[in-house]
């Protein structure tokens, strides 16, 4: 009854990000109404195991007590505090200390955010400052990568390369450019090494059809998240960011998803051996229980912009940057990550890529792909040839629905695609449990009148 109403009032007043307003007044909200460990429950007291963490974010997992009193004992000692005039909170302070230890590199200096959108669009403005106070202000052009996301404030959501986040919005502005993805399962090139070459040479030639003086910075996520899991050969990352600094543009990684042990390390630029100039992060850094989000700068960085503005300020910065409570549940949620969740999650990713490799024989599976706690599964109508499941079937709604059926919260991609990020604390029993679910959706998607009849 309670929840009849509060479908009714959400259909009325609440608008859903990145939704069909349509689409979603027909299909009306699932309503959530508690969570623990991995698993959350619906208003039908339904428990599902939430295959991806909420939006890719509660990698801690759901229910931390710890994480809660550090929030409640902030609340209680000091709510909010400004870091404007030079204003500032215990909390805070520790937290940039504890990351600037941990993360590649010079990455020293930290900037807070609420989120990764603003932490994306706060680097674009940090970007533009840096070439003017090196004296080059023309530096004005930005590359990214097709199929990146990159959030989607009017700046990033031009970064972004998702036709839906810019149809109708006005962007990409010209200084916006793309490179193609490497998108290895739909790549015409086969080695690993000819992807690579591939897509330095395309850098390349964009930094050179725009003009080297003109081009400011190079955006890329470690792993493709919302294009659809799309993880780059081995060494593709690192051979960008040695292309970036030999043409001296900027290296941004936004690891906005990566970061905070979604692929196994703290950050995923570690195993990939490189240093950004700039790195995003957010989701994982408070896991979700209140947002924030973290611009990492490199030494140079800083201290370019440092020197550039001098006594003036450097006019960029929130109400609610470096949010005392944010900061006091980030490093709790530090401490459960080093605590062991790190160290569990490499074990359960390595225990859900061999069970979704398990499902490679299933007659939808065209690829298995992904690296640590971040996976998906590609489905396709015909294997040899790769045909995605037509749009017109809706798979992103379809499959997300007969998923929860099954008691499964995955993400499904609009191209017929899985995505999976579950919390880090997964046992190896839930572990299972979303790997044979997966199974059972894959059949029932395959007795499915209508899938059948685009076989
Ligand atoms: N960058 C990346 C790589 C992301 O995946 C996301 C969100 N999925 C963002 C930026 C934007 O973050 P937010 O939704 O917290 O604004």
Known sequence: MLSNSLVELDRRHLVHPVSSFRGH???????????????????????????????????????????????????????????????????????????????????NHIYFSLG??????????????????????????????EQGYHGSTTMGAGLTALPGFHEGFGVPYSWQHKISSHYTYRNPLKTDAEIIA????????????????????????????????????????????????????????????????????????????????????????????VPMGAVFMSDHVYETIAEGAGAKAVGHGFTYSAHPVSAAVALEVLKLYEGGLLENGRKAGARLMEGLQGLSDHPLVGDVRGRGMLAAIELVTDKDKKTPLPASVQPATRLFDRAWEQGLVIRSFAQGIFGYAPPLCCTMEEIDQIVDRTRKVLDLTLEDPEIRAVL
């Open 25 to 107: 007044e027909a299909r009306g909200v699932r309503i959530l109404t508690g969570a623990k460990g991995a698993t959350v429950t619906d208003a039908e007291s339904r428990e599902l195991i939430d295959g991806f963490a909420g939006l890719w974010c509660v990698n801690a997992g759901y229910g931390h007590e710890s994480v809660v009193e550090a929030a409640a004992e902030q609340m209680r000692q000091l709510p909010y505090a400004t870091g404007y005039f030079d204003l500032g909170a215990e909390a805070p302070i520790k937290l940039a200390a504890e990351l600037a230890e941990r993360a590649p590199g010079d990455l």
């Open 116 to 145: 990764g959108s603003d932490a994306v669009d706060s680097t674009i403005r940090f970007v533009r400052y840096y070439w003017y106070s090196k004296g080059q202000p023309e530096r004005d052009q930005f590359i990214s990568v």
């Open 198 to 289: 591939a897509s330095v040479a395309e850098l390349k030639a964009k930094v050179e059809a725009i003009g080297p003086e003109k081009v400011a910075a190079f955006y890329v996520e470690p792993i493709q998240g919302s294009g659809g899991v799309l993880v780059p050969p081995k060494g593709w990352v690192k051979a960008m960011r040695d292309a970036c600094k030999e043409m001296g543009i900027l290296f941004i990684a936004d690891e906005v998803i990566t970061g905070f042990g979604r692929t196994g390390p703290l950050f995923c630029c570690e195993e990939e051996d490189i240093v950004p100039d700039l790195m995003t992060t957010a989701k994982g850094l408070t896991s979700g229980y």
